[in-house]
């Protein structure tokens, strides 16, 4: 989040969240893991002590452009959302984890849930989400005053690690396809292609008939998806033409040429973009 705190080494790094009940993440890089500074405790909180300080900057920061009974309950424990506009109140529930919040509370944890650490864009006035049979939220359980939150620690591989989903392949055979286009019939064929990937990431393409040729195997995106150890199939379907006389762009490898070529092509049967057909 904006109100997070990174500090870099080398080899190691420290994270502090926006939530003051988030334990601070130290990561050390797996080459560094037993002869890093942070597997000194001394150095570690050390380190961590300035992290906070700087902690203490941002949270000014932040806290600028809050209304100031955000962070100041009134007499009668009521403060403001710093966010959203509602009126004060000395109660507030949270919609992550259905629990009720007093001001002070929710004040003192920079309206993060004393809870489950929910950002203050789930707090909220009342519990608007339940219903009048449902049971009513129950009263936060907060950490003990004064208690130590401890470092987290992890050893952590810093090597890239190449994590492919469905979004990634999808993009990875439109590029093949782009490639794999010979005229700008065919880009267009590209570009208006369905690509289906399952959840073993294999891919079904199903062209248009009007711009792709049935007989033609996307050759690269099979090349890629056997690189990638995932199927492709291909399959050719009919719909309506973008524009009238889609062949036209079988004769050309430029968009702008096609495009000169087309509407020459409606000009030259009287057709105009104009609704009324004047």
Known sequence: MLGDVCMNGHGWRILLRENPLAAPQVEIDLPHAQNSPMNDRELLAEAVGIAKELMQSVKARRFADWPRRATKPDAEGKVRHPFLDMAESNLWYCLHCNTE?????????????????????????????LKPNEEKPVPVQTRAEGQEIEPVISIVDPRPRLDLNKDKVTHLIRTALFEDATNASERLGASLAEIWVDDDLDVVVSFETHYWPEDKEPSTAVEVAALLGIEIEQEVVWSDPLFAWPGLGTTTQSTVEYTCLMLDAYRSHGATGDEDGS
């Open 101 to 129: 919040i007093t001001g002070p509370q929710i004040a003192t944890h920079q309206w993060h849930c004393p809870g489950c650490g929910a950002s203050p864009l789930n707090i909220f006035p009342d519990a608007f989400w």
